[in-house]
Each structure stands twice: as C-alpha cells, then as structure tokens.
C-alpha cells in the first residue's frame, strides 16, 4: 500500500513501453541499441542517467514472442497496457487488486526468457 493511483502507474508504463516502439522503429528490426547516437537519444528521450535501464528494456521487450514471429513482446504487452487502462478506468472500485494482477502477469511473462 503506497497509495499511488493505479491509472498513474499504467499510463507511466504505457509511456515507457511506448518510447521502446518509438526506439524500436528508429533502429529497425536489425538495429542494435548501442547505434544510436547522442542527437538521437534526445530525440527519443534517453536521459543519460535512464540509458542503461531503457537499454535492457529494450532488449527484452524487444524480442519475439515465439520463434519465428514477427510479434514482439512489446507488442503484446503495448495492447495489455492499453486494455489495463481500460479496465482500470471502467472499475475504480477494484482498480488496485486489478493492476497489482496485471503487473504480476507482465512481470512473469518479462522475466521468461
């Protein structure tokens, strides 16, 4: 119990993973995080001091869902946030238990490797 309000916690992660796609869409499907140069990391909003962090992030989420697709698990996990935020919205009730479940399921399926 923090008290931090749970569509606060979803949209600072919708932020996160949507500045991974933008990442993603900069370098490509062969681009390597390490490319990117000091212009560009303004661009995209690498602060120096978050670089090491978006950087496992982003190798992470950046990979394929299974072997062979096309879909990455930022994909996958883009359309999860979106639908947290919309469950978290339409139930204000239970919208702590909600996202404490939900970022449990993000959190295991993060760390399969």
């Known amino acids: 119990e923090l008290g931090l309000n749970?569509?606060?916690v979803a949209l600072a992660l919708e932020r996160r993973a949507a500045q991974l796609?933008?990442?993603a869409a900069y370098l490509g499907p062969r681009g390597q995080f390490d490319q990117i140069d000091k212009g560009?990391?303004?661009r995209l909003g690498i602060f120096f001091k978050e670089k090491?962090?978006?950087a496992v992030q982003y190798k992470r989420w950046?990979?394929?869902t299974a072997?062979?697709?096309r879909e990455t698990r930022l994909d996958r996990l883009i359309g999860r946030l979106i639908g947290l935020h919309r469950?978290?919205?339409a139930n204000s009730q239970t919208a702590e238990l909600l996202l404490a479940q939900e970022l449990?399921?993000?959190a295991r399926y993060a760390a399969k490797r």
Request: glycine residues 8%.
């Open 40 to 42: 560009a990391e303004m």
């Open 6 to 8: 749970p569509v606060g």
């Open 21 to 23: 796609a933008q990442i």
């Open 67 to 69: 072997r062979g697709s």
């Open 87 to 89: 469950t978290l919205i």
């Open 104 to 106: 449990t399921e993000i």
């Open 62 to 64: 950046t990979q394929p």
């Open 52 to 54: 090491r962090d978006i």
